[in-house]
Nanobody
């Protein structure tokens, strides 16, 4: 069982930066692949970024490539999402998720554990 708690959300102007954190409790954090998804008001939840269990593989949605970076600190049981050059269309609730198995990293249904989400609002 893994419990995930996101933090770091807030309001920022377009062009600004935020860093989200996702702290994981429970054992075997290093065996979980981690991902970030987001859901804007009135829209479906979408994939943002993912990192493999050993940190060696990274995946990004086209909409955030070059602007967002995900990383993990196994010693702290934490995964991060550094968001730069933020745009109003990045406004959403951002969720952290964890999984062990599954062939891909971008499919929502493969993730077994989810955080409660943190709001990111980007003003123009």
């Amino acid at each position: 069982q893994v419990q995930l708690v996101e933090s770091g959300g807030g309001m920022v102007q377009a062009g600004g930066s935020l860093r989200l954190s996702c702290a994981a409790s429970g054992r075997f954090f290093s065996t979980y692949a981690m991902a970030w998804f987001r859901q804007a008001s009135g829209k479906e939840r979408e994939f943002v970024a993912a990192i493999s269990s050993n940190g060696g593989r990274l995946f990004y949605a086209d909409s955030v490539k070059g602007r967002f970076t995900t990383s993990r600190d196994t010693a702290k049981n934490t995964v991060y999402l550094q968001m730069n050059s933020l745009k109003p269309e990045d406004t959403a609730v951002y969720y952290c998720a964890a999984k062990i198995g599954g062939p891909t990293f971008v499919r929502e249904y493969e993730y077994e554990y989810w955080g409660q989400g943190t709001q990111v609002t980007v003003s123009s």
